[in-house]
């Protein structure tokens, strides 16, 4: 039997939870308050959070702007032409740093909204032992856990299921580089869901007790957002309207 995972608690809202690729470094756009930016890597600021466009891949004809007024209100309006790579992924950002087994807690709360028709899925990515933008690239790990998908999946294989609070996710792997660059895990939610809190710990203390990532590696990113592959031939509007993360580590 698989270990269970901690709780996923849906607010009144239900429907998907999606994943992501990690935040390129970009241009600072805002420190606090109000903020709009069309900029590739366009940022907006909100301590400790930062909110970024990170449009990383994209193609002729993409285009998006970010519009915030805090860490947990904000907004991307964005075309992104046909294709099935991902193009973008839109997120708020928190930088940690100690090692997975150093925390007692991280877990999210979360209220979202995004379109149905394109390619598109919300996700949280969490970035272990390094993360994209940063000087440690060399062994970086990426975990996401996947909340709201449409017409995508995970890379890697499907290799497990896991229980987290009554709810049943897909676990795929890709533990070498082959995939995406960089050992790779994700958490596919088997239903969608557009609000809840994540307890995004016991997902990295799943992998650790199945002997996949070292509970000694820090925790390096926890990212939440969008990974947009294309907007079904219009403008669309993916919005943020609740977030927080919450963090404890021992003494």
């Not at 390129?24 to 907006?44: H, K, R, W």
Request: proline share 7%; charged share 10%; with cysteine.
């Amino acid at each position: 039997m698989l270990p269970a995972l901690a709780r996923i608690m849906p607010l009144a809202l239900a429907t998907p939870l999606l994943a992501a690729c990690g935040v390129v470094a970009g241009v600072l756009s805002a420190s606090g308050g109000p903020c709009t930016t069309s900029a590739q890597y366009g940022t907006c600021s909100y301590p400790p959070y930062t909110v970024n466009q990170d449009m990383w891949r994209p193609a002729a004809g993409s285009k998006s702007t970010l519009t915030a007024k805090s860490a947990a209100q904000w907004k991307v309006s964005t075309y992104q032409p046909p294709g099935v790579a991902v193009r973008s992924y839109p997120n708020v950002t928190e930088n940690l740093g100690q090692p997975i087994s150093a925390y007692t807690t991280i877990e999210a709360t979360f209220a979202e909204t995004m379109p149905t028709g394109g390619r598109e899925e919300a996700a949280f990515d969490i970035w272990v032992n390094g993360a994209p933008g940063t000087s440690n690239t060399a062994h970086m790990i990426e975990v996401m856990v996947w909340t709201d998908t449409h017409r995508t999946r995970p890379a890697g294989t499907l290799t497990a299921r896991a229980t987290i609070g009554g709810q049943t996710f897909n676990v795929y792997e890709c533990p070498t580089s082959a995939c995406v660059g960089h050992p790779y895990y994700a958490f596919r939610l088997t239903q969608n869901e557009a609000a809840g809190q994540v307890d995004l710990l016991s997902a990295l203390k799943w992998l650790t007790a199945n002997g996949l990532v070292p509970a000694s590696d820090p925790v390096t990113q926890v990212q939440d957002g969008w990974e947009i592959g294309n907007t079904g031939g219009i403008t669309e509007t993916f919005a943020m309207t609740n977030y927080a993360l919450s963090v404890t580590a021992g003494g």
